[in-house]
């Protein structure tokens, strides 16, 4: 059953895929999912975008985006003023001025394309990111994407992103789906990646995101006790808390215009570009096929 699914979404993704070059499709989507899913005014916060891999040739996956369009949207951010935070910093920033002027730039799953090609174009741009990492797959290949899968930063990768000021958050131990966690297994996901990050870098760890963009209130209760301060939300925007960052996808066929509308706090009434994220977030990365493991456990509360 697993495998049709699997099989059936990878079918769906390559055909948005197909779609990807052009404006029309993205657009019409949008639309639909504005009308579909609503696009309610979030409290002023600090916009952020969530990308997984930057590469020089992307693929089919969705979430490949192109290094020329991306070192072309960070001069964009400059040409515009606007600064990039990390996500612990962004607790900081009180001023609603001060909001409209940032971003954040979100890394997730720890790719090694990260150091390799993304690192260089940030440092150029003089931007920060955060980034972050599946402690338990360090230097490994996962197993969770539809697509072939891709290396993780290995540990002097991630040191000297760290280094370099960029933020290393915690992506989990084995990028687990942590609401359908047992009380014991989800502490290990949330405690012990933070340890080995922390190692590591030598530097708390106090951001999150969660794998899936899948939470609820137990989740993030726990997280909290395990000493995180800040995460960023795939989904679940309408329910972010305050000390949580909605982030919108980045995906292929975004251009510099598409990514900066996203981004925008003048852009939450009606945004194509922000209901088209939104959509697409559920066809990116297998993200509709859940990895159903046997210590999953249903909560029908959290
Ligand atoms: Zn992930």
Not at 60 to 82: G, K, T, W
Not at 237 to 260: E, I, K, M, Y
């Amino acid at each position: 059953m697993a495998f049709v699914i699997r099989k059936t979404s990878f079918f769906i993704m390559n055909t948005l895929s197909l779609f990807a070059g052009s404006l029309v499709i993205p657009c019409l989507m949008g639309s639909l999912a504005a009308l579909l899913f609503g696009n309610k005014s979030p409290q002023k916060k600090i916009p952020g975008l969530l990308f997984h891999s930057v590469l020089p040739c992307p693929g089919l996956n969705l979430s490949e985006y192109p290094l020329d369009n991306f070192h072309s949207f960070l001069q964009a951010l400059n040409n515009h003023n606007i600064k990039t935070i990390s996500v612990k910093d962004t607790l900081n920033v009180k001023s609603d001025l001060d909001k409209g002027s940032r971003c954040i730039l979100s890394f997730d799953d720890g790719l090694e394309c990260f150091y390799k090609y993304t690192l260089p174009v940030l440092q150029q741009t003089r931007h920060v990111s955060t980034v972050f990492c599946v402690a338990g797959y360090l230097g490994r290949f996962s197993g969770w994407d539809v697509y072939p899968t891709k290396k993780h930063l290995n540990k002097e990768q991630i040191r000297i992103i760290s280094d370099n000021g960029h933020e290393i958050g915690s992506h989990t131990l084995t990028h687990a789906n942590l609401p359908y966690l047992r009380d014991k297994d989800l502490d290990t996901e949330l405690k012990r990646s933070k340890e080995i990050l922390e190692d590591i870098t030598s530097k708390p760890v106090t951001s999150i995101s969660f794998p899936h963009g899948s939470w609820n209130q137990r989740v993030w209760e726990k997280a909290k006790a395990a000493g995180y301060t800040a995460a960023t939300l795939y989904r679940g925007h309408n329910n972010a808390q305050s000390d949580q960052f909605p982030v919108f996808g980045a995906f292929r066929f975004d251009s510099t215009t598409t990514l900066l509308k996203r981004i925008s706090p003048n852009n939450r009434i009606f945004s194509s570009s922000i209901a088209a994220a939104k959509l697409l977030s559920h066809f990116s990365k297998g993200t509709p096929v859940w990895k159903f493991r046997k210590t999953y456990r249903f909560f029908l509360k959290g």
